[in-house]
């Protein structure tokens, strides 16, 4: 009988229902959208963000003091220490592996490039790298150990992947050639354009090689040149040596936990908040386990990035928050007067049932399934709505991905949406609801 | 005997401006039929309120089927109403979007389970079966009327109560309900009437008159069809 009722009484008062539905969609479009935006988007903007540049660099474990001036490094070359370029693949063995889009090792000294000094730097310009096979185990704080299926086949990375926003006149390098990539300054200084050949002198040996790109990066890269690694380690004299390694990785913003773990060290959480830690993409988790598969590496955290990012997408959360929040409250208060609205007219109805004998209860549960089914039908209509616009804002705004850009059903997106459309319904309706169980049906019937 | 329905010195006054009842004392019996008579504003309706726990008197007080009706909380004053009267309207008051089947649910749905057999039974003793997939507004008035029993008699109550059921209805409509209603006295149900037409009061045991508020001399019915 009830859902009949129920069902009955909504269908006459479509009008009505369809008001709340419109209502209580609205809101729930925008909390649809921003839950849309703050999973996914969020996530595919911080992949943009991150494509401007690394936000982990690893150093060995013994890193010499070391004094940078304008993008120049001077260390002397006993004090210097290495990383084995022959470990970098063990990059994707970690836990994140997933996580670590790209890297490139570096490998750099001051030499003479057509009689000035500049710094040459040895790294990957676009590499295919084969992952290293075996399963492998991750152990937890509690002891337990959890295997992990290994990945198979090959990963491309390199300073090509790492460094998406340099602009490269001509081409980038191959990467079994002896061409060079050379910053924009130091080729107007040298006056020298592509396919120009350069003799570059290193410790009295001198090489001619080819220019195959000019890059314009905004940084101190401009006043550089790069050539393959391996070049730059036979001219080194160091060879399967790098000093450097720059990695991007999708990390997860620090929150207190992250921030506990970094202040007493991740060795001293308790083993369930140490393993929650593990297994969350923070920037100091990633580190700890790239640390882990490299143990002479350091990694530090290049918080510049990965600031902005958190400092940006933190904004923008808070403003979707502050917009959904006034969205919610107007919702609310027009199911609050649709439904002030509806217990005017239906005055009669409810004082009716009362006099057949319907107690608070009764009327208050009618009332308020009433408002529940109306709210879970906007929550529905708006939760299909919520990712439409996502979509929209993701194109438009954010212009992310293009058309081309899918957001996939978060499965947690619509039960909270639906929660909070009919926590909104239920609340507008709480007080009128309230109002109908304290009509006096003898007044209503009379028709005062 | 004990008195089904007994109203002691029942005082109802409007925002001490209208006084509605001035101390009216009643005994009404199990298995009796009164029809409560006077004109507009004698205070026939709001008499029937009070017994039915529509509303509270100002004074006085009001005892059914040996229950205090006044010192009832509202859940329990809802409780009574569903449990020991059967209410009738002059205007009707069925559901304009339930059938009429589902009009009569409805009030066993307020008491317990609905259950559609019984209701549908109910339906078919006031001759309506025919007509119980029909809304409202696709019945006659003495149709509409006999919903309102079939729905006041559901829950099976003590007492049924009508304020001018027929004031609503032709002369043919009001032949049959009224022939319900004398079905229903046989079968030993107590009734209270609110009616201003004597044609009507005739058909009751005991005619109570009300005038200003207050019970006049009170006569059986018969001595009035005599006249």
């Known amino acids: 009988m009830l859902g009949c009722l129920l069902a009955k009484s909504l269908w006459r008062g479509k009008a009505r229902t369809v008001l709340v539905v419109l209502s209580v969609a609205t809101a729930s479009t925008l909390v649809s959208a921003f839950l849309n935006i703050a999973f996914t988007v969020s996530e595919e903007m911080a992949k943009e963000l991150r494509s401007f540049g690394a936000n982990i660099l690893l150093v060995p474990k013994s890193e010499p003091l070391e004094i940078a001036i304008g993008g120049l490094r001077f260390v002397s070359p006993e004090e210097s220490a290495y990383l084995e370029e022959g470990e970098l693949p063990r990059l994707r ?100 354009g592509i396919n120009d050949r350069i003799r570059v002198a290193v410790e009295g040996k001198s090489v001619f090689l080819s220019v195959r790109g000019i890059a314009r990066t905004g940084g101190d890269e401009e006043k550089q040149i790069f050539v393959h690694l391996k070049l730059a380690q036979e001219l080194f004299k160091l060879p399967g040596k790098m000093e450097r390694v720059q990695v991007s990785a999708l990390v997860t ?42 143990p002479n590496t350091k990694g530090k955290a290049i918080r510049q990035v990965s ?25 609310l208060l027009a199911v609050m007067a649709t439904m002030v609205t509806a217990l005017f007219e239906r005055r009669q109805e409810i004082g009716l049932m009362k006099a057949l004998g319907a107690d608070a209860k009764q009327l208050g549960l009618l009332f308020l399934l009433e408002a529940g089914l109306t709210g879970m039908g906007g929550g529905i209509v708006g939760y299909f709505g919520g990712l439409a616009l996502a979509q929209l804002l993701s194109v438009r705004t954010f212009s992310l991905g293009g058309l081309g850009f899918s957001l996939s059903l978060q499965a947690a997106i619509l039960p909270i949406t639906l929660l909070a459309a009919v926590s909104v319904a239920l609340l507008g309706s709480f007080f009128p609801a309230k109002e109908a169980m304290r009509l006096e049906p003898v007044k209503t019937l009379r028709g005062n | ?162 304020d001018e059921p027929t004031g609503n209805l032709d002369a043919e409509n009001e032949e049959i309900v009224i022939a319900i209603f004398r079905r229903l006295h046989r079968a030993g149900l107590t009734l209270l009437f609110v009616t201003h037409d004597p044609q009507i009061g005739t058909q009751a045991d005991r005619i109570v008159e009300l005038e200003h508020g207050r019970i006049l001399p009170t006569f059986p019915a018969k001595a009035l069809r005599s006249i």
């Open chain 2, 1 to 162: 005997m004990e008195p089904l329905i007994l109203l002691e010195e029942l005082t109802k006054n409007y925002d001490g401006k209208v006084l509605a009842l001035d101390r009216v004392s009643l005994q009404v019996y199990p298995g009796e039929w009164v029809a409560v008579m006077g004109a507009s504003g004698s205070g026939k309706s709001t008499l029937l309120n009070m017994i039915a726990a529509l509303d509270r008197p100002t004074s006085g007080s009001v005892w059914v089927n040996g229950e205090d009706v006044l010192s009832l909380s509202e859940e329990e004053r809802a409780r009574f109403r569903r449990e020991k009267v059967g209410l009738i309207f002059q205007h009707f008051y069925l559901i304009p979007y339930l059938t009429a089947l589902e009009n009569v649910m409805l009030a066993q749905y307020f008491h317990s389970m609905a259950d559609r057999e019984e209701a549908a039974q109910a339906v078919h003793e006031v001759g309506l079966e025919q007509r119980m997939s029909h809304y409202p507004s696709e019945l006659s008035g003495g149709e509409q009327q006999r919903v309102c029993i079939a729905r006041a008699l559901i829950n099976q109550p003590k007492i049924l109560l009508a």
């Open chain 1, 253 to 294: 913003p620090d929150n207190a936990l992250a921030a506990r773990a970094s202040r007493i060290g991740p060795a001293n959480l308790p083993p369930e908040e140490y393993e929650t830690w593990y297994c969350t993409p923070y920037l100091g988790s990633v580190i700890y386990q790239i640390e882990e598969a490299i």
């Open chain 1, 93 to 192: 063995t970690i836990f994140w592996r997933h996580n670590i889009v790209a890297f490139a090792p570096f490998l750099s000294q001051m030499v003479e490039v057509e009689g000035e000094q500049a710094l040459l730097v040895g790294t990957w310009f676009d590499r295919e790298i084969p992952i290293p096979e075996g399963k492998r185990f991750f152990a937890f704080a509690n002891g337990s150990r959890r295997e992990v299926a290994p990945d198979k086949g090959t990963f491309h990375t390199g300073l090509k992947n790492l460094s998406r926003w340099w602009q490269v006149e001509g081409q980038w390098p191959r990467e079994d050639e002896d061409g060079v990539l050379i910053g924009n300054e130091l080729a107007r200084r040298l006056k020298v």
């Open chain 1, 307 to 331: 600031e902005a990012e958190g400092a940006f997408l933190g904004k923008m959360r808070l403003t979707f928050i502050l917009v959904v929040a006034v969205a919610v409250l107007v919702a």
